[in-house]
């Protein structure tokens, strides 16, 4: 399903939440805007500022639609771009004055890059005490780490997934999708919320120090908690080693699926679905303990029993027994799916004949998701109206701005 045939995204801002939040999102790549997304998602206003160059992810490509990176036109909605050469001292003028009227800034510049442009979060917050700012760095804004450089795929290595991730015999694999930018571009917008909470009674911002490394950490704390626990080091079997025994992908008569008899419930119906009620019943493998015992005999037998039948009858016989499988989709696959259409989740926003696509929020409030304030903008396309809204600038001070290059 290509862009031009999703549904067009109802065009006002579903949730309110965060009306009257003022963010400015001074990142680039993919942790920070998206988490600046978010909160726009919630109703923030969120003011891009991007110097000259333009967010780094403007650049990765192909493929590009109109002239964008796709990969930009993920996590960029519903802001306004002002382009500001903040790094000289007319253009770091202008940067104050929109610190002075936002209520959050999100950077992502390493401590040494925050320090030699003035932008670390005490700098950010000097005489603003009720700012909020959230960091978002590789290895946090202090120990042995924190001055060096870090992409998602650093962080992945750094968290353990990777030896996680693929077979026994492969070379070790990142995950398929930034996971480390997704989850702290997460992280970094919960703590801004919880910074604006208690910003209500207290009336004073704050520090959100978020690391990339730590994110994708947490991430794989299921496993890492039962090795602090039991000495035990897990590594990569092609997800075939779950505390679940039998909690993986089986193949059928035509194509594989994924299945998950997660409890002793889940482990009877299957048995009587396959109409081997006494496998079921087998006091050897009542317990989820003794299952993983005896596992590869349980999956050599589900293996045989699944080749009898294409996937659809199975994922069909399946889902009426109220046993949790599902298709391993292709990314393709997964934008036609009608049930995540139902729910809204993908949708295009219409700019200059281009349909842009977006996927949604996935977040429901009283039953309701998200629509969308604007487009991903064009780098600097807001600059005037920004300065204007925001700052109070005159057409003539705007002009002397780009006259210097400042704007």
């Keep these: ?29 993919i942790a920070g805007p998206y988490a600046t997304m978010l909160l726009s998602d919630f109703g923030a206003e969120v003011i891009k500022v991007e110097r000259h160059s333009g967010d780094d992810a403007r650049h990765w ?24 050469e903040y790094g000289n001292e007319a253009g770091r003028t202008v940067l104050d004055a929109l610190l002075d009227v936002a209520d959050v800034v999100v950077i992502n510049q390493t401590p040494e890059v925050q320090s030699k442009l003035g932008m670390r979060p005490e700098d950010l917050r000097k005489g603003r005490e009720s700012l909020v700012v959230a960091t978002i760095t590789g290895f946090g804004l202090n120990g042995s780490k924190s001055l060096m450089p870090c992409y998602d795929l650093i962080a992945e290595g750094y968290s353990g997934i990777m030896d996680l991730t693929g077979p026994a015999s492969a070379e070790p694999q990142k995950v398929g999708a930034p996971a480390a930018d997704m989850l702290a571009g997460s992280d970094a917008a919960m703590g801004v919320l919880a910074a604006l909470y208690r910003r209500r009674d207290t009336g004073k911002g704050g520090v959100v120090d978020i690391a990339l490394t730590e994110s994708m950490i947490r991430f794989t704390s299921p496993r890492i908690i039962p090795y602090l626990g039991s000495g035990e080091v897990s590594r990569r079997t092609g997800g075939r080693d779950s505390v679940i025994a039998i909690y993986q992908t089986f193949q059928t008569a035509d194509e594989p699926l994924t299945l998950s008899l997660g409890t002793d419930r889940i482990w009877h119906r299957f048995w009587v679905l396959v109409e081997q009620p006494d496998f079921g019943q087998d006091a050897g493998l009542a317990s989820n303990a003794q299952r993983r015992v005896r596992r590869e005999e349980i999956v050599a037998e589900i293996q045989t029993i699944l080749l009898s039948k294409p996937r659809a009858e199975w994922l069909t016989l399946l889902a009426e027994a109220g046993v949790p499988a599902g298709p391993i989709y292709r990314v393709d696959e997964v934008t036609e799916d009608p049930h995540f259409h139902d729910r809204k989740l993908f949708f295009r926003i219409e700019r200059d004949g281009h349909s842009l696509p977006q996927v949604g929020l996935g977040i429901h409030i009283d039953g309701k998701a998200p629509g969308y304030f604007s487009a991903p903008p064009r780098l600097g396309e807001h600059s005037s109206e920004v300065l204007r809204d925001c700052l109070g600038y005159s057409e003539q001070t705007l002009e002397a701005l780009r006259d210097k290059k400042v704007i």
């Design 1 to 29: 399903m290509l862009a031009s045939q999703l549904p067009v995204g109802h065009a006002e801002p579903t949730f309110s939440i965060l009306e009257g939040i003022r963010v400015l999102d001074l990142t680039t790549s």
């Design 61 to 84: 490509g192909p493929p590009f639609l109109d002239g964008e990176s796709l990969w930009f036109l993920s996590v960029n909605r519903n802001k306004r771009s002002i382009c500001l």
